[in-house]
């Protein structure tokens, strides 16, 4: 054991200091030692290192620090032939962890040197390189050296692309277009690049483009106008009238996208850079080569391409088309919708009407097909006058409605022979379109191709017994059904109807009678062919306006210069001298008259009575005329 020195001048030895035994020259040369074998280093800061030591889990790099640094082995996949002295650039996370270690990372240093170098070709304009590593959404994400960047769908190409999967794990230069650092999102775009090089093409295509010139290109999109072709740098359009001299729905049944095809130029925009191209017009026009045989009245067959509100188009060959006109599909006299005849799409018959063969025009016909009903040899024979037929009502107007009583035989139903005893304005007030209609011929005129038809006239005349029954001056109870100022509507026995003037419907109490009410009526007027009764309520109860009415009437017949009525005067010639006469003969002749009037009057009323027991009503109000009617 050492002996210790008592009397050690320790204040001596501290006076002197670490180090105090050197002299300058000594002191630098020991800080020039320190200096060139230790590094200061900071955190967050790429630094080269120099590999001293590679383990099963970890790489020892020398950073010229106090200590090596660890950096695991996994971050040298890309590095497999990585030896010891090998210089790689790390990325210092912690100078002295816990256990005094420091802490470096390779992956880290990389991902900052790729912001920086993506940084660097934002602001240079300079091209980067990735790898594709996956699809997504809206496009392609890519790496390069550790940052991930996206490539929207619509930078990939200068033509859509539709398939993003065929570019994953492919390696691509691109551009950086955008940085976001608050989020460290990157966009880049490989279009930029073929544009550049696509403007030079351009460029030359558009210098010596021409009318008339056949170019080459590839469908690069598809619409329902159209498609847009590539004509390598410059897009131009085929319209969908361009593609075919048939008539297509969409460019599809024709074309395909990304094929390849022969185009002409149609027309070229210098300004808007706009060109339109041409397909059919590589082949011969269909019309050039139509048959030297085919004119009117030869029979062709094809497909329905379009049916519009006027008629129908039918491609007979593929680019020639004719109009089959609404008119020409059926010998009916009312035009309807085509579409009632043919649908698109239809394979039909016709006959060529017209042919002009300069201005390519063709109108066909179908009802041609068929023969025309009026020049049938029976048809004056069927549509006699007299003749009962059934048909139904297509079309009404204001002076009537128009029957159809076979395909293209019509007939006119005058709104005044709908019914005897009815005054009807519209015909749409009995019947509508669709209706079953039983008519007689009234009048046939073929070579106008008309018909009168009447429906009143299938019952006889009843005016001929109402003559009988509504007499000038007899009594019958009616209802008032209509009023106005004018007067009022009544309604008579056996469905007829009369009128009543204001002043035949004062009361014998003064009042005026009112709509509903039924009261008894005097005949004051009478008109069969007219079809005409004019009645009086105050007549019934007032002999002087009965005999003031009669007098004023203008059916009133009139009496001739010896002042005796007609009839009258011919019965006094039957007797003695008219100034012979005496005032028994008038009376007993007068009450002769009265009777025999009389005896007409009630003939009339039993054979109106016996048609209603019969189950016979009157013309007009039978079943089969019900809807005409109204009853």
Known sequence: MAELVDDFDWDNVGASGFGGNYNPEQRAELEKLYGDTLTTVQEEEVIKGTVVGITDRDVILNIGFKSDGLVPLSEFRDLPELKVGDEVDVFIEDQEDANGQLILSRKKAKIKQAWNAIYAALENDTVLEGVVKRRTKGGLIMEMDGVEAFLPGS????????????????????????????????????????????????????????KGQILEGNIKNMTNFGVFIDLGGVDGLLHITDISWGRIAHPSEALQLDQKLNVVVLDFDEAKKRISLGLKQLTPHPWDSLPADLGPGSRVQGRIVNVADYGAFMEVVPGVEGLIHVSEMS?????????????????????????????????????????????????????????????????????????????????????????????????????????????????????????????????????????????????????????????????????????????????????NAENGESLDFRVTEFSKDDRRIVLSHTAVYNKEDESNRASNSKFAKKAPAGGAAQGEGKLSDLKKPAEKNTLGDLDALSALRDQLAGAERQAGEDRLKARAEAGTPLAGNSPDNAEIQGS
Do not use: C
């Not at 007829?496 to 109490?509: C, Q």
């Open 155 to 210: 930078q990939i190409d200068v033509k859509p692309i539709r398939d993003f999967d065929i570019y994953v794990g492919r390696r691509m230069e691109v551009k950086v277009v955008k940085i976001n650092a608050a989020f460290d999102n990157v966009v880049v775009s490989h279009k930029v690049l073929i544009e550049k090089d696509l403007e030079q093409q351009r460029e030359a295509i558009l210098n010596n483009l021409e």
């Open 331 to 511: 010998w009916s006299q009312h035009l309807r919708n085509p579409q009632d005849f043919i649908k698109q799409g239809d394979t039909v018959e016709a006959v060529v009407l017209t042919l002009d063969r300069e201005d390519r025009k063709m109108s066909l016909g179908i009802k041609q097909l068929t023969e025309d009903p009026w020049t049938r040899g029976d048809f004056a024979e069927k549509f006699a006058v007299g003749t009962k037929h059934s048909g139904a009502v297509r079309n009404l107007t204001n002076f009537g409605l128009f029957v159809e009583l076979e395909e293209g035989v019509d007939g006119l139903v005058h709104v005044s022979d709908l019914s005897w005893t009815k005054k009807i304005k519209h015909p749409s007030e009995v019947v509508k379109v669709g209706d079953k209609l039983d008519v007689v011929v009234l009048e046939l005129d073929m070579p106008a191709r008309r018909l009168a038809l009447g429906v009143k006239q299938l019952e006889e005349n009843p005016w001929d017994t109402f003559q009988t029954v509504f007499t000038p001056g007899s009594v019958h109870k009616a209802t008032i059904t209509e009023k106005s100022d004018r007067g009022a509507v009544l309604e008579l026995p056996y469905g007829i109807e009369g009128f009543a003037y204001p002043k035949g419907l004062v009361k014998e109490d003064g009042s």
